[in-house]
């Protein structure tokens, strides 16, 4: 059984007047099968974690571990952890010039898997999960996330996770921006993921919404770069009725 660990994460980006902590003590175990949504306000820090577990540069571990399965992913390069079973789908995916939904998909699973998928089932593979997200089949020989709407990429980050099946899942307000049809087809597709039992789910949102499709095991309210209470499905209504202000405050007062 995959388990992420994250133990006391500290996290500074370089900000114009010198370095600046983002992440303020983070503590966090996710388990394959379980889905743990983060939700917290606007600037809270939750693409921060996002970033820092898939190994962004510009954010500096200043202290605290990450391990999966015991492996310290901190010392892992981006490509490392990504083979090692981290997945993130981003807030805001970037455009990849030149490179085709396709190729793209291709050398990804590539890379992963350790050997290029067997062209015949792969092309059934992509086909599949293309249609399962109601993704017309043209939309593979286009440029990765250029002139792609909202819900395209979102929907095109989530046939990464589909195709490339990871142990552990960060999806960074997949929900934000989609409409209610987009956002359904989206959460079948966590869902679907989901449902092998074989990933761990970190689903980070800023509104209670998607919680209408993808239940979660547990919840956290993230305030202030750090977890600042953990409950059940119950915290997410908690929060739908009273909103983050209390929470936004309390973590004003610690700083
Ligand atoms: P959230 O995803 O919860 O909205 P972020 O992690 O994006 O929050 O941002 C948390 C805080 O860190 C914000 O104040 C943001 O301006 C700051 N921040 C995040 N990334 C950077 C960066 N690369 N450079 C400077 N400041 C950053
Ligand atoms: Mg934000
Ligand atoms: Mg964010």
Known sequence: MATLEIRDLHVSVEAENGAREILRG??????????????????SGKSTLAYSLAGHPKYTITSGTVLLDGEDVLEMTVDERARAGIFLAMQYPV????????NFLRTSATAIRGEAPKLRTWVKEV????????MDPSFAERNVNEGFSGGEKKRHEI?????????????????SGLDVDALRVVSEGVNRVRETGQVGTLLITHYTRILRYIKPDFVHVFAAGRIAESGGPELAEKLENEGYEAYVKAGAAAE
């Open 95 to 102: 455009e990849v010039p030149g490179v085709s939904v396709s």
């Open 159 to 175: 046939l990464q996770m589909e195709l490339l099946k990871p142990k552990v899942a960060i999806l960074d307000e997949t929900d």
């Open 26 to 43: 983070v503590d966090l175990t996710v388990k394959q099968g379980e889905t743990h949504a983060i939700m917290g306000p606007n600037g």
């Open 127 to 134: 086909k599949e999960a293309m249609e399962a997200l109601h």
